[in-house]
């Protein structure tokens, strides 16, 4: 039997109750249960988005696509394909969903090419509302895009209007996480001035991306150096390759060159481990604020365009007010749960209200000294 289920001494029963167990009943019932994640892909094409995802999970989630020619790209239109892949890693499964968007930006005319993206995210937050609502809830499929890897093209000098466009138009349903493609393009100062300038230009346009959650003060020195590592590192370049090569009598994955070898896990040639850190140990980070945050403002306005109320949007951790920045984390969850209470009891309060003005002819038929 094991050490969790033997009966407790006389002085174990005393010091102690047993629920410091606790976290590993939810660890095994999380690992029995299995993770599910969606992580959406857009940029143009030819910026090795694919090549990208399939170096960061080891796996290739694309063995039949075919890349139509320019001809084709130039009338064509966005299309959304969603490829699905289990991982197993030391016993913990992960339902990865990866959704591919190709065509975007293809089209000559590339005005509101993004539509078709904008849509198949409202109709996964949708679906999940569905299913939340209906009578069995047990068995839920998560399909909500919990992050976006936005591609910029390096050799832009910045963001283009149409990147300025899309992102500010799905900055409030997604987690954004921009991501410079192709930086063995560049040199390191050019690379550190076009971070600097994308960075500029998400400020100035008030594009709230994905922020990292600050470090409590009890958290570990070294977690607290490499969350302020990922911080800087944003806007994450990478490269990708999924060919492996001899350097120095080891294998790594990295692209040939005349004059060398880039290497893709070396964090001195880019920020491909660091953006592999940031999906995998803030994950669920991801999908907090986007069931906390994304999911309620969706959930907010289908409540109101019901009842006729005005929603109140809830703000990233990026764009806030200063009276919201003084306040904790803990302090703005009661105040936003306080505001929906309210705003539930005065609709159950309506809903009263009509229900006696319905029962008010029945109502007057009855003896009240009976």
């Not at 990865?96 to 904008?118: H, K, M, Q, R, W």
């Not at 999940?128 to 976006?148: A, K, M, P, W, Y």
């Not at 969350?227 to 370049?237: G, H, N, S």
């Not at 159950?348 to 008010?360: C, F, L, N, V």
Request: glycine share 4%; hydrophobic share 35%; proline share 4%.
């Amino acid at each position: 039997m094991s050490s969790e289920h033997r009966q407790l001494t006389s002085n174990e029963a005393t010091d102690c109750v047993g629920f410091a167990n606790l976290p590993n009943q939810v660890h095994r019932k999380s690992v029995k249960k299995g993770f599910e994640f969606t992580l959406m892909v857009v940029g143009e094409s030819g910026l090795g988005k694919s090549t990208v995802i399939n170096s960061l999970f080891l796996t290739d989630l694309y063995p039949h696509r075919v890349i139509p020619s320019a001809q084709e790209k130039a009338v064509s239109t966005v299309n959304i394909e969603a490829s699905t892949v289990e991982i197993e890693e030391r016993g913990v499964k992960l339902r990865l969903t990866v959704v591919d968007t190709p065509g975007y930006s293809d089209p000559i005319n590339a005005n509101n090419c993004f539509e078709t993206i904008i849509n198949y995210v409202d109709c996964q937050y949708e679906k999940f509302l569905l299913d939340e609502s209906g009578l069995n809830r047990r068995h839920i499929q998560d399909t909500r895009v919990h992050c976006c890897f936005y591609f910029i093209n390096p050799i832009g000098h910045g963001l283009k209007p149409l990147d300025l466009q899309f992102m500010k138009a799905i900055d409030h349903k997604v987690n954004i996480v921009p991501v410079i493609a192709k930086a063995d393009t560049l040199t390191k100062s050019e690379l550190l001035t076009l971070k600097a300038k994308v960075m500029e230009e998400i400020k100035k346009h008030q594009i709230q991306i994905y922020t990292l959650p600050d470090c409590d003060d009890d958290e570990d020195e070294d977690y607290k150096l490499q969350c302020k590592q990922l911080k800087e590192a944003v806007p994450f370049a990478v490269i990708g390759s999924n060919v492996m090569l001899e350097v120095r009598s080891r294998k790594v994955r990295g692209r040939m060159y005349p004059w060398g070898v880039v290497e893709v896990e070396n964090p001195e040639h880019c920020d491909f481990i660091k953006l592999r850190t940031m999906l995998i140990a803030h994950m669920q980070d991801l999908q907090e604020v986007t069931q906390e945050v994304h999911y309620e403002n969706f959930r907010s306005q289908k409540i109101s365009q019901a009842d006729g109320s005005v929603p109140r949007i809830r703000q990233s951790r990026m764009i806030a007010s200063d009276k919201d920045d003084k306040l904790s984390e803990k302090e703005r969850m009661l105040m936003e749960k306080e505001a929906e209470l309210k705003r539930m009891q005065e609709m159950i309060t309506r809903m009263q209200a009509e229900m006696m003005k319905k029962s008010s002819p029945s109502s007057s038929c009855v003896n009240v000294n009976g």
